[in-house]
């Protein structure tokens, strides 16, 4: 099979079987005609569904591992195209020092937690953007949200259930850090064991700002929203995308800019 896997329009022998297997897993495409139609995309895109991948009708490797016609499922890398240039481009007003300093941790983050096909790079490099568009990880800082008129800092984050926290200081210990802004004794307690080698962010909660470990956090993070962020791109809710990263739309006009952007700046990969 072709290493982008096989989407609408292609023909030929390879579709064939792709049109056998479909129909074996019980998923008819019609004739057994060697043509990628309507037909057939749409049994992928039932197919994929009952699978739980992204229902987006291409038979990339991911399709074609569950169907038994791939020995490995590991997607596309866009990692090769991206430089510094190009994300420079991406993030306009923001130091190129920072860029070729922070670019690196980033790129290999999402290799290692295999998110690096071209939605997934586009994902990250947006949602920093969005996030911290100075291209490093930061630490929140106080505001009407998080600080009460006369309390200590982050006095209401330290009772947020939501957050897991317990009461102060958690509010100032687990506040936001890093390229997702990490927050809340739950998600440093969750995401610590997930590092490699893993970090006790609850004892150690500044070194979510660590470059390397904010780097992996941000890869964890979008590794563990993969599919509903890929539905949501897939649909065009780019608002949707965002909010599974922040919660809400904060940065939504930085993230739509970045994502355009990288989208032309980067070549396609196929394959779901």
């Known amino acids: 099979m072709p290493t982008g896997g096989l989407h609408q329009g292609d023909n030929g022998d390879e579709v064939k079987t792709l049109q056998q297997s479909l129909a074996a897993h019980g998923f008819s495409p019609g004739a057994i005609d060697g043509l990628y139609g309507q037909g057939t995309a749409a049994a992928v895109i039932a197919f994929q569904k009952s699978e739980g991948l992204l229902p987006d009708g291409i038979a990339g490797p991911r399709t074609l591992s569950a169907l038994g016609l791939a020995d490995s499922d590991q997607l596309p890398s866009a990692i090769p195209a991206v430089s510094v240039e190009i994300v420079s481009q991406m993030f306009p007003v923001t130091p190129i020092g920072n860029i070729k300093s922070n670019l690196p941790p980033v790129l290999s983050a999402l290799l290692e937690n295999r998110v690096a096909d071209k939605p997934m790079v586009l994902m990250a490099l947006s949602t920093v953007r969005a996030e ?64 490699t080698p893993r970090v006790d962010l609850v004892a150690n909660p500044d070194l979510a700002g660590d470059p390397a470990i904010a780097a992996n956090l941000l890869a964890l ?52």
């Open 221 to 272: 993070f979008l590794a563990d929203k993969e599919l509903a962020i890929k539905n949501a791109l897939l649909a065009g809710n780019m608002a949707t995308a965002r909010k599974l990263v922040n919660g809400g739309t904060n940065g939504l006009d930085r993230f739509e800019d970045a994502y355009q952007r990288g989208t032309a700046l980067i070549p396609d990969s196929l394959g779901k």
């Open 132 to 195: 911290v568009e100075c291209f490093q990880p930061i630490s929140e800082g106080q505001s009407r949200f998080n600080t009460s008129p006369s309390g200590h800092p982050f006095d209401l984050y330290d009772n947020r259930k939501d957050l897991g926290n317990q009461g102060a200081p958690d509010g100032a210990n687990f506040k936001g850090r890093g390229y997702i802004q990490l927050t809340g004794r739950l998600n440093y307690a969750a995401y610590g064991p997930k590092l």
